[in-house]
């Protein structure tokens, strides 16, 4: 019946062997350690097992069994128990017997200690840390508990229900209660027999091992630390307790003997349970009850005595210390060495190991103020002077050059081991927020106390020397605590964060920074306004006296302030992060929620906020970050100057060092674009000079240009060091005073960068507007919550530098152009985007003050310079600032706008004085207006070849005529046109300009795209509506002819030869390359015929006198056409694309060759204006005339000196200036020089356009058959020859329309056979 019962029980099926086996085999798979899933599964297992022995988790004793099978039911639990024993054994004795296999080769490989006794006792140690065998220890307790507990439910159930005396309940009922109890004990004293499995033999053969290695399955010491005493009591593994000695027998028996005879007889040594109890009834006491803090004992206060010696001496002189080394374990010795007193002091005073850690953290604090003091005296002395603060540099400097760090070292190690190895340091922290409320307690009680005398109307100013523990302290924490916190925490042995509580400060950072921005942009609203009423001056003194004292209470309040405190110190230690993350955690609200959110974004904001606020608020704040960034760019600057070995060593932490020297630039960046970003928006970097100009070369230097280039690949500027160059190295140049050495500096690094990131830095150097704009713009919700667009330090320097160019623009004058504009200048240096936007807008409205700026110029900067042509191509972008562009044409766009006009003018005045300044900007702005089919900035384009190109002499007005003179001008050479455009009056021309404008031009085929686009743009203006009504008439012929003039200026200006020999480059060479063929530009561009002939015809005329040019310039060994000019040479494949130029049945009317010579030549080459040569000739020899009379002097110069002197004293000139017209001066020679030249050089022109001219007619008389087809005279070639050839060519340019009716004078002359010119005469009539 009873093995009917214990089959039906639900116990678990106890596992097999190698079940148990394959569980253990994958917990010694794992390299490391075993895996939580391989020791789950184990723990289930064990549980099996401890089931099928013990049935722990099955109710078979229920009150309905019967005292009678309790013998039953015992044979069949110790029967599974031995099952469950057996297996449990024989699993884990596999199991060490593997783990020892692998344990002896290790320790054989290492060459560890053979020695059996250290071998064991090593074995046990580690047995005792085991995952496997820790699984079966709480098992095991775990059952033993659930088994106790039961036994006593039992027991007192049968008392209670059946009503059994006591002598049957503990005979029948324990018996029936205890049998699955010892169940467990038996498997328990399985698993503590001694086993032979400290073998090399896996297979379990131990035959050939003896006793002596035998050891338990399951370390002794492990179960005696985790079971019940009652169930080690049953397992026998109690310890047994020490022999009772004779003496203390004597004193039991005489106590038993006056308690009774009886009691004396029965003197008995103690049973190993009652040694237990008594053990820990001692524990307890001495734990709970016993005073330690305040006793009386001397041997307490020797210890601490002997501990606080050996800190504060002890260690510096090794005295108790062993050599200093490492040990086998690769720790150093002496620090190893001392612990081990520390702890030996502890041992044998019994001494609180808080105390000692508190007198650990004092010793530590004492030796870093001791390394900071020296450093501060040393500083002094050669300063001249103390300094109460202590800023990074003393801290950073002092810790980073220890004598002897092996103090600090050994102390840290003492502090680490006392505080348990704690990651979070909660006990160091505890400590240190006991001494930060301590220090805030008494400064409460002692300004408590001064209050309350104050209150009294007690004076106690004469008794402030005598009794100074009554008064208030100016500082209420020690700085050295600050130290020793922050160098715990960048330690790891405390997290700043647990010190927050502790830490009573009163300054609410994040309010007093907002309070402070709102009062900040009150103030800058009331500059430059001028207060006649003398109240209000006086109550602004009275605010500025307000000012003054509430910034004095915060800086005193920064100073005594816990959290600004530790921070500072924080930083000190090198890091950047953690400390800015302390001060946001401390004062930003907003951290927390971001933290736990894991919102990266809301956290790093609010990190920038708290450490701008605080930078903001303390300029030594601000020091201290300054210095930081300076310390961690030191190697950098130097590049490895300071490389020679000192003996002194850093006792900080080692990530924290500075940048390498060849750190790259981008990293560098993203390490600095906090700090630095946050040094501009606080404008504390006005008083760190020295430090920017590190950082511009710096960076100056970590730019390198590849070959040949003058800037930088665009993808070397990642958004990190864009970042850097935005928000801190162009905008913090406004926060300094106005020089220009910072300016030379920062152009230096600018100037390598491509113009489009200079101008996007320029952009955001001037969002969101410049002065008082940025001001206007913000709402009142910005200004409550501080987030400021552009920093108030920037908006500050920005008024002040408007007001002082607005004062001298108000005084500038021609007299005292130098002064004043030495001035103006110097006001640009540090906010150039502010003087010239002024400049620029009075330019628009005041025309005359063009000539007076562009002078004013040479005095600035190369940086102020550069944003001028920013600025300009801002102002001509024609934003009012609302995103509506202005218009540039007026009278329904018949004429030109003032602004416009104004700007058109200055930009040619300006880049012809600076032609070194950035130009393709503006090229590229006027490139993408013309795209657009915009045509109102074709004055600035024109403005830029007349005056900075010095092409003015090939532009005509298309409202004015030419006379006569200039006509016959354009027919002859260049210098004959620049001498006949302006009737003799020539300008100066900045050839350095020139050549600069046409290299941009060149470069990157600019100029050959602006003029595809202008002549498109031809066709838009006559066919294209610009908006929803029609244009009058005469605006469309205006723009039309406006368009045509800057054409022909621009061809002409590209097209140029004459610098070649100066520059060096083929113009036309580089013209060619840009140029598309004559074919393309009719059937891809879309332009008409006349216009393609035009664009080529440079290239196609030096194709045809490519020899005779060469004659002409000496080179006739040159015979080969170069490669360029072959597209454009006649040839083939030129006849052939001519074909596709008009339509097919105009070829029947037309030849190629009359097509050919129509559209090829050009006035030059058919027209020779003799009588404007000579007459001009003569004119400049009349001039070298009287220019050499002047020089000579004498009777014959009289008339002339007369004359110049009459005309300087209408000028209003004075005596002197009288006196130096009269007189040849150097402006004279060089006159007399130019005129000299030009004669000569008129005279070579006026023969080689002779000899031209008659090398075209000969070659025309040569083709004469060729030009009219033969037996053609029917009347419809000359209706053909206007409509394809004059009529399109003579509406293009004054040269063109000469060479229409020259070309048919030519033909007319030569008696050409089929062309009839009264058919020409008559179609033009009818026309």
Not at 672 to 682: F, H, I, K, M, Q
Not at 1040 to 1064: I, K, N, P, R
Request: include cysteine; proline fraction near 4%; glycine fraction near 6%.
């Amino acid at each position: 019946k009873s093995q009917a019962a214990a089959n039906k029980s639900p116990t678990m099926p106890l596992p097999t062997l190698q079940e148990c086996q394959s569980a253990l085999s994958n917990c010694l798979a794992d390299d490391s350690s075993p895996s939580d899933e391989s020791i789950q599964t184990w723990r289930q297992l064990i549980q099996r097992c401890l089931s099928h022995g013990t049935s722990y988790d099955d109710n078979l004793l229920s009150s309905s069994s019967s005292p009678d099978d309790a013998g039953n039911n015992a044979e069949v639990f110790t029967s599974r128990s031995k099952e469950a024993g057996g297996v449990l054994s024989d699993s884990i004795e596999w199991y060490l017997r593997q783990w020892w296999s692998q344990q002896h080769q290790n320790n054989t490989s290492d060459g560890g200690d053979n020695n059996d006794n250290h071998v064991s006792a090593k074995v046990q140690k580690q047995l005792k840390d085991d995952p496997v065998i820790c699984a079966v220890v709480e098992s095991l307790w775990l059952v033993g508990c659930l088994l106790d507990t039961e036994e006593v439910s039992t027991t007192a159930q049968v008392k209670k229900g059946e009503g059994l005396s006591a002598d049957a309940t503990n005979s029948d009922g324990d018996k029936t209660s205890k049998v699955p109890y010892q169940c467990l004990v038996n498997i328990i004293k399985d698993l503590t027999s001694s086993r032979n499995w400290m073998t090399n033999n896996k297979d379990g053969d131990d035959a050939m091992e003896t006793d002596e290695n035998a050891q338990p399955l399951i370390p002794i010491a492990s179960l005696q630390t985790t079971l019940e005493l009652s169930l080690l009591q049953a397992a026998n593994l109690l310890p047994n307790p020490p022999p009772i000695t004779a003496k203390a027998k004597a004193m039991k028996a005489r106590a038993g003997g006056k308690a009774g005879g009886a009691a004396a007889a029965a003197v008995a040594d103690d049973t190993p349970v009652d040694f237990v109890h008594k053990k820990l009834k001692k524990m307890n006491t001495d734990m709970y009850y016993r005073q330690h803090k305040f006793n009386l004992l001397a041997e307490e206060s020797e210890g601490y005595a002997k501990l606080l010696s050996f800190f504060v001496v002890g260690i510096s002189e090794g005295g108790t210390v062993g050599k200093d080394g490492e040990d086998d374990d690769g720790e150093d010795s002496s620090s190893k060495e001392a612990r081990k007193y520390v702890r030996e002091l502890i041992g044998a005073f019994d001494l609180d190991p808080n105390r000692v850690l508190d007198l650990a953290l004092d010793a530590l604090e004492w030796e870093l103020n001791e390394i900071i003091l020296s450093q501060q005296a040393k500083k002094s002395s050669s300063k001249g002077g103390a300094n109460e603060e202590l800023g990074f540099d003393t801290i950073n400097k002092a810790l980073s050059n220890v004598q002897n760090p092996k103090v600090v070292n050994t102390l840290l190690e003492i502090i680490r081991e006392l505080d348990g190895n704690s990651s979070s340091g909660r006990a160091i922290a505890h400590l240190l927020g006991f001494k930060y409320r301590s220090y805030n307690n008494r400064a409460a009680k002692l300004a408590a106390v001064a209050a309350e005398k104050g209150k009294d109307g007690k004076d106690t100013s004469d008794k402030a020397g005598s009794d100074k523990s009554t008064s208030a302290p100016a500082r209420i924490y020690p700085r050295s605590l600050f130290i020793s916190t922050a160098f715990l925490s960048a330690h790891g042995l405390v997290d700043p964060h647990n010190l927050l509580p502790h830490l009573n400060s009163t300054l609410n950072l994040i309010d007093t920074y907002k309070t402070h921005t709102t009062t900040t942009i009150n103030r800058l609203k009331k500059l430059g306004v001028v207060s006649l009423n003398s109240s209000k001056a006086d109550k602004k003194d009275a605010k500025d006296d307000a000012a003054d004292n509430e910034s004095a209470d915060r800086d005193a309040a920064f100073r005594n302030d816990p959290i600004i405190g530790v921070f500072r110190a924080y930083l000190a230690m090198g890091d950047w992060d953690k400390p800015v993350a302390f001060l946001a955690h401390a004062t930003v609200p907003e951290f927390d929620s971001a933290v736990k959110d894991s919102d990266g974004d809301k956290m790093f904001s609010a990190m920038e906020l708290a450490v701008l606020a605080a930078c903001s608020l303390s300029e030594s704040v601000g020091a201290d970050v300054c210095a930081w960034v300076s310390t961690m760019i030191k190697n950098v600057y130097n590049e490895g100057g300071n490389n020679g070995k000192s003996s002194r060593a850093s006792i900080l932490p080692l990530l924290n060092s500075p940048f390498p020297t060849e750190t790259p630039l981008s990293e560098m960046s993203s390490v600095l674009r906090g700090p630095l970003s946050t040094l501009a928006a606080s404008g504390v970097i006005r008083l760190a000079q020295p430090l920017y100009i590190k950082l511009c070369q710096i960076y100056n230097k970590k730019l390198t240009l590849a070959e040949n280039k003058v800037e930088v690949d665009i993808e070397c500027i990642d958004d990190n060091i864009m970042s850097v160059l935005s928000t801190f190295m162009v905008p913090s140049l406004s926060l300094f005073p106005s020089d220009t050495l910072l300016p030379k500096e920062l152009w230096s690094l600018l100037k390598k960068l491509p113009y489009t990131l200079r101008y996007n830095l320029y952009s955001a150097w001037r969002k969101p507007g410049l002065e008082k704009g940025t001001l206007r713009s913000m709402l009142p919700k910005d200004i409550k919550s501080g987030k400021i667009p552009k920093p108030l330090g920037i908006i500050e320097s920005e008024i002040e530098t408007g007001i002082a160019a607005r004062y001298v623009l108000k005084r500038i004058s021609k007299e005292n152009i130098k002064d004043m504009g030495r001035q103006l200048s110097k006001t640009s240096h540090n906010n150039p985007l502010v003087v010239f936007t002024d400049i620029l807008a009075k330019i628009e409205s005041y025309d005359n003050l063009i000539l007076m700026m562009v002078d004013t110029f040479q005095f600035a900067t190369e940086l102020s310079l550069d944003v001028m042509g920013y600025c300009l191509l801002l102002s001509l972008g024609g934003s009012d600032g609302g995103g509506q562009r202005r218009s540039g044409t007026k009278m329904g766009g018949l004429n030109t706008e003032q602004w416009l006009a104004s700007l058109e003018t200055f930009t040619g005045a300006f880049y012809k004085k600076f032609p070194d300044v950035e130009l393709r900007g503006i090229l590229i702005y006027l490139t993408a207006r013309f795209r657009d089919g915009e045509s109102s900035e074709l004055g600035v384009l024109r403005s830029l070849i007349k005056t900075a190109g010095g092409y003015g002499f090939v532009d005509y007005d298309s409202t004015a005529s030419l006379s006569e003179l200039q006509l016959d001008g354009r027919c002859g050479s260049r210098l004959l046109k620049r001498e006949t455009s302006s009737f003799g009056v020539v300008d100066n021309i900045n050839r350095k300009a020139s050549q600069h404008l046409r290299a941009v031009l060149q470069g990157g085929d600019l100029g050959v795209m602006m003029i595809l686009l202008l002549s498109q743009m031809r066709l838009k203006i006559l066919y294209t509506k610009a908006g929803s009504g029609t244009e009058h008439v005469k605006v469309i012929g205006n723009t039309y002819d406006d368009c045509e003039a800057v054409l022909c200026l621009l061809l002409e200006f590209l097209s140029d030869s004459s610098d070649d020999q100066v520059t060096g480059s083929s113009t036309k060479e580089k013209f060619a390359a840009s140029m598309p063929s004559l074919e393309d530009l009719h059937t891809k561009y879309g332009l008409d015929t006349a216009v393609a002939w035009m664009l080529c015809r440079p290239l196609i005329r030096k194709s045809m006198f490519f020899k005779d040019d060469n004659k002409l310039a000496g080179n006739a060994s040159q015979k080969v056409m170069p490669a360029f000019l072959e597209r454009f040479a006649a040839s083939p494949d030129m006849t052939k694309s001519c074909e596709k130029l008009l339509p097919q049945g105009a070829w029947k009317n037309i030849t190629q060759a009359m097509f050919q010579a129509f559209y090829s030549l050009s006035i030059y080459d058919i027209l020779c204006p003799e009588e404007r040569y000579n007459i001009e000739i003569g004119r400049l020899k009349k001039e070298v005339e009287r220019l050499i009379i002047l020089q000579k002097g004498g009777d014959a110069a009289r008339g002339q000196m007369s004359a110049l002197a009459a005309a300087a004293a209408a000028a209003g000139a004075s005596a002197n200036e009288v006196r130096l017209a009269t007189t040849f001066t150097l402006v004279h020679r060089e006159e007399l020089d130019r005129l000299k030249r030009n004669v000569d050089q008129l005279n070579k022109d006026f023969q080689r356009q002779q000899k031209r001219c008659k090398f075209v007619t000969s070659m025309l008389e040569s083709q004469k058959e060729d030009l009219i087809r033969s037996g053609g005279s029917d009347g419809t070639f000359a209706s053909a020859f206007m409509t394809f050839c004059v009529y399109p060519r003579c509406f293009l340019s004054p040269e063109d329309s000469l060479f229409c009716a020259q070309f048919i004078k030519v033909l007319h002359r030569m008696r050409l056979p089929g062309f009839s010119t009264i058919e020409i005469i008559d179609n033009i009539v009818n026309a």
